[in-house]
């Protein structure tokens, strides 16, 4: 079941042309598994799109999301994807938007770095990551090229609005080092900022009301044509015993919790604890 609201595909036109898709386990009656594609709005704050449920994340649901995404959208802008590395959404984005660049987090990616080269010292892993880190923020070299001293310090070029430090390359505004080249070359800073960060656009993104269902609460009646909503077939439950928590993304540290009635240091509280106490 794909769900998409006309107010929110008139305001993503307001938005910048950039989709963080991402899946997830349902933990509903009928089980399942969570599509959805978001972005970000002029004041930085996540913006909803589109979502669908289907009863797994593999090439085949993620295939079939991506055509009704592009047929929900009708958008002419070329799109640029963020995701994890799954295959199946790897394949289907290549397929379905196949001019569309695909970008992933470069925080996972240097987790992924660092558990790669779990054998070496901290020393030369982190003499890896700062390669890395300097490879994926690399400035182009022009006639506008600056160089702003700081600690410690970056490389500014206005012609291509790219700063070694990378913020103005992902926000697509100007950070604190380019805003002294420019005062430095005379130029507007507000030439060197989208038109997605304005008022008007802002206000755009939200101007569109989502209205809700009127028949909600009442009985469902098979009409004329005879088409009625079912829920999704998401009744298949999958291999293994049922998950009741997200999966952890890479690199992320869980608060361990000491439980207050039997003093173990683990996941429960003393709400949850369920171990037998020695009189």
């Known amino acids: 079941m794909f769900l998409g609201f006309a107010a929110c595909k008139y305001g993503f036109t307001f938005c910048r042309p950039i989709l963080f898709v991402d899946g997830t386990f349902l933990k509903s ?106 490879c994926a ?18 490389s500014v070029n206005i012609a291509s609005r790219s700063c070694s430090c990378g913020e103005w390359q992902i926000n697509s505004f100007p950070c604190a080092h380019a805003f002294c080249a420019l005062k430095r070359a005379g130029k507007n800073l507000n030439d060197y900022v989208d038109h997605y960060y304005s008022v008007h656009a802002f206000q755009n993104t939200y101007s569109k009301s989502i209205n809700p269902v009127p028949t909600i609460w009442k009985d469902v009646t098979v009409g004329s044509d005879g088409n009625v909503l079912l829920p999704p077939l998401c009744n298949k439950r999958p291999p293994g015993r049922p998950r009741t928590e997200r999966i952890p993304s890479t690199g992320v540290k869980t608060r361990k919790i000491t439980c207050g009635r039997c003093g173990q240091v683990g996941r429960h509280n003393r709400a949850r604890c369920k171990e037998p106490l020695e009189h």
């Open 29 to 134: 009656t009928h089980n399942g598994c969570l599509l959805s594609a978001c972005a970000k709005d002029g004041n930085q704050g996540l913006y909803p799109l589109c979502l669908a449920v289907v009863d797994s994340e593999n090439y085949e649901n993620w295939h079939w999301f991506m055509e009704q995404l592009k047929d929900f959208l009708e958008d002419g802008r070329v799109l640029v994807f963020v995701s994890d590395r799954h295959d199946g959404l790897l394949q289907a984005v290549k397929q379905i938007f196949p001019s569309s660049p695909h970008s992933h987090c470069l925080v996972h990616l240097k987790e992924n770095l660092k558990k790669r080269f779990g054998g070496l010292d901290n020393s030369k892993k982190k003499y890896l990551l700062n390669l890395f880190n300097l």
């Open 137 to 154: 923020y690399a400035p182009t070299v022009s006639d506008d090229l600056y160089e702003v001293r700081c600690d410690p310090s970056v």
